[in-house]
């Protein structure tokens, strides 16, 4: 039972250190920070929000993170090597999508994001 206590205890304190480094964004990128944390848990509920040096991560469990977002002059939403990638079918070379560069989320985006983070946690 305490075990379970304590898994729980740091599942909230990961969840609230990265909806603290959310709100530490300026606007618009904490909103849209927030809009992503949400988007990538609806896509991915099994996924758990936990920092990753010192972005917003998100990994399955306790397993290694697969996803995370940062902010520099634009949003920044990767994947680490540790996400299920695929090659693009008929592909004439061996390159896979990693990360995606965006300034704001319209419906369009968000549909995308929320592909990605499913086919990532494959």
């Known amino acids: 039972m305490a075990n379970t206590r304590k898994k729980t205890t740091k599942k909230i304190d ?3 250190a990265v909806l603290e480094k959310v709100a530490a964004m300026p606007e618009p990128y904490r909103a849209m920070g927030e809009r992503l944390h949400e988007l990538i848990l609806q896509s ?7 920092p990753w040096y010192g972005m917003p991560g ?3 469990g306790s397993g ?3 996803c995370f977002f940062r902010l520099d002059d634009y949003m ?3 994947l ?4 299920s990638f695929e090659l693009e079918d008929g592909a004439p070379h061996q390159l896979m999508e990693c990360a995606w560069f965006f300034t704001s989320l319209d419906d ?3 549909a995308e994001l929320a592909a ?3 086919k990532a946690v494959r």
Do not use: D, H
């Open 14 to 16: 990961n969840e609230a």
């Open 44 to 50: 991915a509920p099994e996924l758990q929000a936990r």
């Open 58 to 60: 998100y990994a399955n």
């Open 64 to 66: 290694p993170v697969l």
């Open 76 to 78: 920044t939403f990767g």
């Open 80 to 83: 680490t090597e540790k996400a």
């Open 108 to 110: 369009a985006t968000e």
């Open 116 to 118: 990605i983070v499913r």
